[in-house]
Structures are given as structure tokens and as C-alpha cells.
């Protein structure tokens, strides 16, 4: 009987730190297979436009959604991007508009960070001033 126990243990003590070795090279693959190579704030017609240029190292990419936290003088305010699927490997871009109404409102941007979600897990982020 002590042996049958010790058995069911071995295997369950095995298979945790199976499934956790596993897990923990998936969550890198993610990040592996996108990421963001360059950003770039400019002005256009009154406001902003967040330029991101990202690269995909899958053959297709599907799931992705970019997030951009802006400090404004007087305010912080999360905007985002449309799902984007279908992606080709490479290297690609994605624009964020921010209006004008919202610089008079709150000012300038002071500093950005951008991050970048692939079926819902963040998988590389990108700060600047």
C-alpha cells in the first residue's frame, strides 16, 4: 500500500514540475513571437499621433491590441488600438490618434508608454519622453 502511495505521489510531483517547466517556456515563446522595435510621438492637425513600429516572427499573427497610458500636464488617459489579426511576419506599423481637443484640454504629452498584447497576455512594453 506504502508503495502504491509513494508511486501516485512520485507521478504528481513529477507532472507538477513538468507542467510548470512547460508553462514557464510558453509564456517566453509569446514574447518571442512579437514585439515592439520603435515608437515616435508627432504632431498632426492639433494633436497627437503615437507611431509604433513592431516586427511578428510567426507566419501569421493574430490577437493584438496595443495599449498607450499617456501623462498629459493635467491628466492621465489610457487609449487604445483595434484588434489586429491576419498580420504577416515582419516588420509593420500602428498609429494612435490622439485629438486635438484632448491636448487643449489636458496639455502636452509629458511622457507615454506603450504596451503590447497578444491574446491577452502583455508581451513587451516601450516607455518614452
Known amino acids: 500500500m506504502f508503495y502504491k502511495k509513494l508511486n501516485l505521489t512520485s507521478f504528481l510531483i513529477a507532472f507538477l514540475i513538468i507542467t510548470t517547466i512547460t508553462t514557464y517556456f510558453t509564456e517566453y515563446a509569446f514574447a518571442d513571437a512579437v514585439s515592439i522595435k520603435g515608437s515616435m510621438k508627432i504632431h498632426r492637425m492639433g494633436g497627437y499621433v503615437i507611431l509604433i513600429n513592431y516586427e511578428t516572427r510567426d507566419r501569421w499573427t493574430d490577437n ?20 489586429l489579426n ?44
Not at 516588420?91 to 496639455?107: F, L, M, P, Q, T
Open 64 to 83: 493584438l491590441l496595443f495599449k498607450v497610458h499617456c501623462k498629459f500636464s493635467d491628466g492621465e488617459f489610457t487609449f487604445s488600438s483595434s484588434s
Open 86 to 129: 491576419n498580420i504577416e511576419k515582419g516588420w509593420h506599423k500602428a498609429e494612435i490618434s490622439i485629438a486635438d481637443v484632448i491636448k487643449r484640454r489636458y496639455g502636452s504629452i509629458e511622457e507615454y508608454r506603450i504596451d503590447l498584447y497578444r491574446n491577452g497576455i502583455l508581451v513587451d512594453t516601450r516607455t518614452a519622453y
